[in-house]
């Protein structure tokens, strides 16, 4: 790898390295990870190489919902990429028949096929399987909807205080690292930037391989 | 309904988690445009999960993987609007009104500027580019990923820097 010198490390010229700099912008919006995580949704309850449902539809479509839905609020990437510390965020028990048998039929997500023909033209994304969700199903829902408040909060204080409150009710939650971006973005903006980037160093010492990194290195940059 | 068996490893969904992300960034970066993206990267996954059974670690997940996109990619970029358009998109609009939209206009004029450029490149040459300069793939695994010699990926390359060095300093002497 040593004699495989990327562009940048040979001495682009400055024009070339502004431009090759350009693509820090290049991860994916919430907006586009959410609607690619509903879309994949049939699959992840799928085994490999049969056909895929056509419905997110159960507890683990609710669950995969609040948890696409959070994505997007949050402002937090592809938060599925880590899965070095706890349990996967978004758990997928195989759909158990029952639940299934009485899942709401509304919101059917259908899979396209593989590439073969184009697609016609069509409006930028699907819309999310809004699955019309009863009671939550166990505590996990609860340690969604605290961070999914802390999301949606008025005021970057508010949003510290329940990720706080999130802190101390689930100290060993599978989101900490999508509460630990949410409390540097709110930390950043109430102007705190000595904490948001003592809280961002701390996290990359934990994650050091996270997707977020870059996220966290835009939210200190530019809040 | 039948009880689903477990997925066998490497699971579809650690497969989706891990990469989702660098997926869509990497389809952009081949030209896909930005209203396009979810529907070819979702695109790329059913081929994943249709043809994860066969993979069995012949070669790396990643290069497997990335392979993918670039045939899918490919495939996209080759339909007749898509190329016609390609070259007047514009801005990478974002539809992201979060924290990320929030950029400087002279980041974004770059960021166009850079898809101008690589949307000039033949597919190949974008393609190793793409990977190695901007995905950071090592030559080895560029030319697993695409199937070709790496001496052949080299080649294109430093074909892909020659063609954008020109067309900046074209550029650069426009404007002066």
């Known amino acids: ?223 | 309904m039948e009880p689903q068996p477990a997925a066998p490893d490497p699971g579809f969904e650690e497969i989706y988690e891990a990469h989702a992300s660098r997926v869509l960034r990497t389809l952009r970066r081949l030209g896909v445009r930005e209203a396009d993206l979810e529907d070819v990267a979702q695109e790329v996954f059913v081929v994943v999960h249709r043809k994860l059974p066969e993979f069995a670690g012949r070669s790396s997940l990643k290069t497997w993987l990335f392979g993918i996109c670039v045939r899918v990619a490919s495939g996209f970029r080759q339909r007749a609007h898509v190329q016609r358009e390609s070259l007047g998109e514009t801005a990478p609009e974002r539809a992201n009104s979060g924290e990320l939209a929030v950029r400087s206009i002279a980041l974004k004029q770059a960021r166009v500027q850079l898809d101008a450029l690589l949307d000039r490149l033949d597919e190949d040459k974008r393609t190793v580019f793409v990977l190695f300069e901007l995905e950071q793939f090592s030559m080895a695994e560029v030319g697993e990923t695409l199937g070709v010699p790496q001496q052949t990926a080299w080649s294109r390359l430093y074909a892909a820097r020659k063609f954008i060095e020109a067309a900046v300093s074209r550029h650069a002497e426009a404007i002066e």
């Open chain 1, 1 to 223: 790898m040593s004699t495989e010198r990327r562009w940048l490390d040979e001495g682009a010229s400055p024009e070339v390295t502004r431009l090759l700099e350009s693509t820090v912008i290049d991860e994916p919006s919430l907006e586009q990870l959410k609607s690619l995580r509903a879309r994949v949704a049939p699959l992840l309850e799928t085994p490999p190489g049969a056909a895929p449902a056509t419905a997110a539809a159960g507890v683990a479509g609710k669950i995969l919902t609040v948890l696409a839905l959070l994505a997007l609020g949050a402002g937090l990437g592809s938060w599925f990429s880590q899965k070095d510390e706890g349990p996967a965020p978004a758990p997928l028990p195989p759909a158990p028949a029952t639940v299934v048998a009485v899942a709401p039929p509304a919101p059917v997500l259908v899979i396209a096929p593989p590439v073969v023909t184009p697609p016609p033209p069509r409006p930028r994304a699907a819309p999310p399987p809004v699955v019309p969700a009863p009671a939550p199903v166990n505590t996990g829902d609860e340690e969604l909807e605290l961070l999914q408040a802390a999301m949606s909060a008025g005021t970057p204080t508010e949003t510290l205080s329940l990720v706080e409150q999130h802190v101390a009710r689930f100290p060993a939650s599978s989101l900490a690292q999508e509460r630990e971006v949410l409390a540097v973005q709110a930390l950043s903006k109430l102007g705190r930037s000595a904490d948001a980037r003592t809280r961002a160093d701390a996290f990359k010492e934990r994650w050091p391989t996270s997707t977020h990194l870059l996220r966290l290195q835009s939210l200190l940059t530019d809040p």
